[in-house]
């Protein structure tokens, strides 16, 4: 979709929902705890019995949250399809200590990205747009120095004049808020600021669904909500793909060392320095999940973090006292890494001489078929 259609659309969808009020991370948004069964039964087709309810709260499925009266406790709109997920999770297998990360991830997630700063819940309209623009200004005079930095146009980027127009219109609409309080606006001018903050909070509660549900995608393929891939894409009629996993990030992260909980990769759990399958895996599926996952990557990463050494074959630690120049555990690792080197090279020269035997028979074809002509 062109960029002026994707900016109608989200327009044309804003002004449709003109008379809705958004929070659904918003935690001053709550509805009584004693309600939480029924709307996870409507939005998830999932039964929570009732008396599970104060479980889940000591389980930190749910945030402990009052109501204004102070009599009840309430629950964010967010939670009811969370818990709908992590009772199919349960089922599952995955352990309450795991089940209390992620909520804890999630909740650190909406806490300190999804509703702060820019993304921050703010009720008053002009309030609300200030923000808005205030956030807006730096991020486009950053794009515009970029810009002027390249010798040529950078793919994606607008021109400068573009940008300084945007710039332009970003400082005056900001200078003209900052100098006129709403008591001050006319009927108009006070509608107009009414529909563009409208539009505003649109735009960011349909962002904040999108990356929640970003996050828990990530969990329902079978991967820990803190992990970092190279590459990662939403279809819009498949599951997601997610590409090699960057495990320089996740092991310098806060996340991967939280309490008791395994990493997650689907089909295996990593509790350090084990491998554990969570289902049957034949050899070749094993392999292929070693191999898709890099685990040769993780385990010499795990053992530099632990100031460990460790045979690059089989990972086994080298006793206490090895020569420094002493790379493998034994002769019969020294020897099988010596022939996976040896069949990587065949395979590399096979996939080569095919190549050339394809371009070969290409060229051929062309050839006969301008001879023909």
Known sequence: MAKHDMAQAFTEMAEATAQLHFGVFDKRVLLPLSQL???VLGETKEVLARERVD???????VPRIGLEDGRELGFPLYVPSRVGLFLELERQGYSPAELRAIASHEEEYIDN??????FAYIDDDREALLNEWRHEL??????????????????GYETPEELNQQIGRLRRSIDFLESHPEESMSAEQKEKTTRMAHRVRFFHEYLRVMLVNHLRDQVRAGYSPYL??????WQSDGPPVFGPVLWELVLDGPWTWEGDVPIRLPGLQLKGDQVIHT?????????????????????????????????????????????????????????NAKMQRYRDRQRSESRRVAEWEDLEALHSAAEGASGSA
């Open 37 to 39: 069964p029924d709307h």
């Open 228 to 233: 970092h891939f190279r590459s990662a894409s």
């Open 138 to 155: 730096p991020v486009f005079e950053a794009r515009l120095a970029h810009v002027l930095g390249q010798k040529k146009q950078p793919t």
């Open 113 to 118: 990205i999804l509703a702060t700063e820019d």
């Open 55 to 61: 479980e889940l709260l000591e389980g930190g499925w």
């Open 279 to 335: 289902r049957v895996l034949r050899p070749a599926e094993y392999e292929d999940c070693w191999k898709r996952y890099d685990l040769d990557h993780y385990f010499r990463l795990l053992a530099r973090r632990r100031g460990e050494r460790r045979c690059p074959q089989c990972h086994a630690l080298l006793p206490s006292g090895t020569h420094e120049l002493r790379q493998y555990c034994s002769p019969e690792c020294r020897g």
